[in-house]
């Protein structure tokens, strides 16, 4: 499973960029507008901060095919290497997607929320689809289930498109899709520091400290 960075906080995806094995950074535009200033001064820097080889994702703002697709073409090239067009599930993205499949521009249709929705953006040609976990958890949807339900869709029908499994609110989530062969996770900075947070590995590592130090003081195994 990839895990992507769900933000445009710069400092976050420094951080993450440097102490995570990132596969990327995801945006919309409520992401975007939370940062403010600036919108190509700021994917552009996202883009410098993770290199070429990693994925970018930037949703269109636009309502109609025409407008996505030029809207795309543009994105790409100005943001260049591993580079997605989010498109919010409904006619007109699926219209866009099935135009930018032929342009060889990757879609990650967004906003899905049931199984089917998902299924016909991968006939489409979208190359990821990204439901919304927590969304669904808040009305009792059960969100991990319908991801687990999407992969197995999407096994079933060997097709080529992969689960990019988005809003979350916690770790256990995460996991539950790591559980049902969910392919991406798109996550928060805090969300990423609980997976690998626990307090009983906090307790082993002072034990280690505390024993070293007994034994060894400052010093090092540079220093032996
Ligand atoms: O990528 C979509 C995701 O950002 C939505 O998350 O927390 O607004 O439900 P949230």
């Known amino acids: 499973m990839l895990y992507i960075l769900d933000t445009a906080d710069l400092a976050a ?17 409520s992401i975007i507008s939370k940062e403010g200033g600036d919108f190509w001064a700021l994917v552009k820097e996202i883009r410098k901060i993770i290199g070429k080889d990693k994925m970018l994702h930037v949703q269109t703002v ?44 990757g879609v990650t249709m967004t906003a899905i929320f049931t199984p089917a929705q998902a299924l016909i953006a991968a006939k489409a040609g979208a190359s990821f689809v990204a439901p919304y ?54 996550v928060s900075a805090d969300i990423l520091k609980n997976i690998i947070s626990h307090p009983m590995t906090d307790a082993a590592i002072a034990g280690f400290e ?15």
Not at 162 to 170: E, G, I, T
């Open 13 to 29: 995806i420094k951080h993450c960029n440097e102490f995570y094995p990132l596969a990327g950074v995801t945006t919309n535009p």
């Open 62 to 105: 636009q309502t109609t095919a025409e407008k996505m697709v030029e809207e795309a073409k543009l994105l790409k090239k100005e943001l260049g290497g591993d580079f997605y067009v989010k498109i919010p599930i409904g006619e007109e993205g699926l219209k866009a997607t099935m135009e930018l499949k032929k342009l060889g521009i």
């Open 133 to 186: 976990v927590n969304r669904l958890d808040n009305i009792i949807g059960d969100g991990t289930e319908v991801v687990a339900q999407i992969v197995e869709q999407l096994e079933n029908y060997n097709l080529d498109c992969q689960v990019l499994a988005a809003s979350f609110k916690n770790a256990e989530q995460v996991h539950k899709c790591a559980l049902y062969g969910c392919h991406t996770v798109t």
């Open 210 to 224: 505390k024993d070293w130090a007994g034994a060894y003081g400052d010093k090092t195994i540079l220093d032996m």
